[in-house]
């Protein structure tokens, strides 16, 4: 073989950070010693795998090629190094995970993995919809965890659970006790809402869509916990997943706002890159996201530990 896994690992880290610098920093090795390890796999099979534009490094048609079965390749030479050192091949996990599946059922999954699994290591990226999207076509991560739709055709979605997002207000809000309130009126209202990017924003938008009006957005956050104290102190209303309003309607903190008119529905998925090998530890972890779901119809039905 003239290849090795060490060339391959320097190629993968390149073009995942379009940088030499910053492989090498990933990687904990010299600057001249990923230099030299990408040429020489250039050098063997003579061919370039990346160009220069600018100061970055970009894939080009050989490398985009290269890059999947690449990463196919470590995976696959991870788990065999985990079952020759007696870890049952669980391996390293790198998921990532929007803000409301990130903060209100990630970490909990990722504990009960690790109880299962003590030799696995596992690390969470918490992100908005777009960026984990992102990061999964760049094979950043290994698996996603979404509340948007995702329509890259190098990702693999599979549906996980339904959710379903609420409007909300401040019990002292006016509309706190208003009964059903129609499209126009809310597009009134002050709203504290999530970033450009994010599956909550989208959703919301596209319930909306056929209205010509504007949300009157007063601020945007990219954090949910951020926008519930928001609407609680009165700035607004707000709108996120259900899920992370259950304790909060419980305390009476927050109340729901009825609104008819919109379709407040969606779906948590699961995304993989096309050309991604689910190592065991990937499989594992799926399964147990399934069984935390088994049964419920909608997120906010799940088992969580209340928060007082």
């Known amino acids: 073989m003239r290849y090795t896994l060490r060339q391959l690992e320097v190629f993968v880290a390149v073009a995942q950070h379009e940088s030499v610098s910053r492989a090498a920093r990933a990687l904990a090795l010299s600057q001249s010693a990923t230099s030299t390890a990408l040429a020489e796999l250039e050098r063997q099979f003579d061919c370039r795998l990346l160009d220069r534009i600018g100061k970055r490094l970009k894939l080009n048609a050989l490398g985009f090629q290269l890059l999947p079965k690449a990463v196919a390749l470590l995976d696959r030479a991870e788990e065999v190094e985990e079952l020759l050192r007696g870890q049952q091949g669980i391996g390293t996990l790198d998921v990532g995970a929007t803000l409301t599946i990130g903060n209100y059922l ?23 919809t777009r960026t984990i999207i992102e990061s999964v076509r760049q094979h950043e991560l290994d698996l996603g965890l979404i509340e948007g739709q995702c329509e890259e055709e190098d ?32 597009l009134r209202e002050a709203w504290i809402m999530r970033e450009q990017g994010s599956g909550t924003r989208l959703t919301l938008e596209q319930a909306a869509r056929h209205r010509r009006g504007r949300f009157n957005i007063l601020l945007e956050l990219e954090h949910t916990e951020g926008i519930k104290r928001a609407v609680e102190s009165g700035l607004g209303i707000g709108c996120v997943s259900k899920l992370a309003l259950r304790d909060a309607f419980r305390r009476g903190s927050l109340v729901p706002i009825a609104t008819p008119e919109l379709d407040l529905s969606r779906q948590f998925s699961f995304i993989w890159h096309r050309h991604k090998y689910l190592a065991t530890g990937m499989r594992e972890f799926l399964k147990l996201c399934r069984q935390m779901t088994e049964g419920v119809r909608r997120s906010d039905q799940i088992d969580l530990p209340q928060v007082p």
Do not use: K, Y
């Open 106 to 128: 990630a970490t909990l999954l990722i504990s009960d993995f690790m109880q299962r699994h003590p030799g696995s290591r596992v690390r969470l990226s918490v992100r908005n």
């Open 155 to 186: 990702v693999i979605t599979q549906p996980w659970v339904e959710d379903e997002l609420a409007v909300f207000c401040s019990p002292r809000h006016p509309l706190a006790s208003s009964g059903p309130v129609e499209l126009d009126r809310l």
